[in-house]
């Protein structure tokens, strides 16, 4: 008999890559739907929310492995129900089903990332610190929970916890003065602007942000394409080295703002423009931890990463923001 996943959030961004990886795994998928359906071979949709406890336990029971991806962002009026109910109501069913995994999707918000002074790299031993937002603290309420869970009733958690996001055009999209002045999402964004800044963009001229700090050194952070996050979720599915583990999934090195933006100027055509952002910090994810037991060698790096957001714009892949 197949093996049985129960996924939460299927629908989404990495749900649907998920979905991809369970598949060629040979997996039988149980999907809590909402909204959105989900469909393909070996899968079972389940109508629902993870706010409603009967309906995340129909799509637990007799599942072997539970992947929890159902989240919200920046919304006051859902982050509670979904992200901290929902992950409650999930970490109850896996208790009382005995499952033999729960694979956590976090996110380095849980960490502070840029909002907070970094001096060294982070890794799974650094403290959750949340940045201003509902999202960033639901990824610490979520990993607070679980952990907790762990330690009450021995609920064997892996918690796969990446660096933001990209795929398709996404990075383009981050490097766009004209998209960026007015962030919906604290931290992915480039805060408040100068004068200049925003004649440029009321001007609608499109320019390549090279972000500073307080004293003019560019920015550097650290970015995640989403094949690699999934080539660490394959590692870690049903990997008995990975109970009980928490792991940093990252590019394979943060990137700088000013040779970053030059890159792109140069392949884009568009000239750059320095943003001083005095209320951000450099920093950068340790993923040594992945590396060493699971394995993980991520592939994309920046420049890996822009070349295939390029190409993905050239051929009309864009993303509808």
Known sequence: MKRTVAIFGASGKLGRHALAVLARRGFAVRALVHRTPVAGEDIISVSGSVTDAKAV??????ADIVVQLATTKEDADTFFEVSVRGTFNILEACRRHEVKQLILFGGDAALGIWFYPQPIPLDENHPLTAYPGYYAFSK???????????VQYGVPVTVLRS????????????FSL??????AEPGHGFGEVGDEVLALVRAKQERIPILTDAVGTPLRRHIV?????MQAFDRMLDNQSALGQTFNIAGPSAFDYRVTADYLSKQLGVPTVEIPSPKYHPFEINITRARTVLGYAP?????????????ARESGKEQTL
């Open 225 to 229: 394409h989403v094949d690699d996050v």
């Open 163 to 174: 660096s933001w996001v990209f795929e398709h055009d996404d990075l383009l999209n981050h």
């Open 299 to 311: 592939e994309n790096d920046f420049f890996r990463m822009a070349d295939r957001a390029i190409a």
């Open 140 to 150: 610490v309420m979520e990993e607070t929970m679980a952990a907790q869970y762990a």
């Open 57 to 62: 336990e129909e799509t637990v029971r007799g």
């Open 178 to 183: 004209l998209q960026n002045v007015n962030p």
